[in-house]
């Protein structure tokens, strides 16, 4: 499983960014699907997930601002980020699950700023 995450780059606070991230290969039946972030000297943390079937989980330093969401024909992810602030810089990375193995995007820099 190869994943490929796209949508980062420098936005103004109170903008909004969208985050893809496909997975590619012999692949079917994703499991669990999700948005990890790395903070500038800080430590990887969860953002969101969502399941086969659709049902979501979010970071409460996000909830209400990010919006998970999937296409399973496509095997990917999405991320919508909205209101953003400086808080929210950091190394986006996509992880799904399938056959019980996690795998890992290399990550999509985020930098809000003015």
């Known amino acids: 499983v190869q994943l490929q995450a796209s949508g980062g780059g420098l936005v103004q606070p109170g903008g909004s960014l969208r985050l893809s991230c496909a997975a590619s290969?012999?692949?079917?039946?994703?499991?669990?699907m999700g948005w990890y972030r790395r903070a500038p000297g800080k430590q990887r943390e969860w953002v969101a997930d969502?399941?086969?079937?659709?049902?979501?989980t979010y970071a409460d330093s996000v909830k209400g601002r990010f919006t998970i969401s999937r296409d399973n024909a496509k095997n990917t992810v999405y991320l919508q980020m909205n209101s953003l602030g400086p808080e929210d810089t950091a190394v986006y990375y996509c992880?799904?699950?399938?056959?019980?193995?996690?795998?890992w995007g290399k990550g999509t820099q985020v930098t809000v700023s003015s």
């Open positions: 290969g012999r692949i079917f039946n994703i499991n669990n």
């Open positions: 992880k799904v699950t399938y056959f019980n193995t996690d795998y």
């Open positions: 969502i399941s086969k079937g659709g049902s979501t």
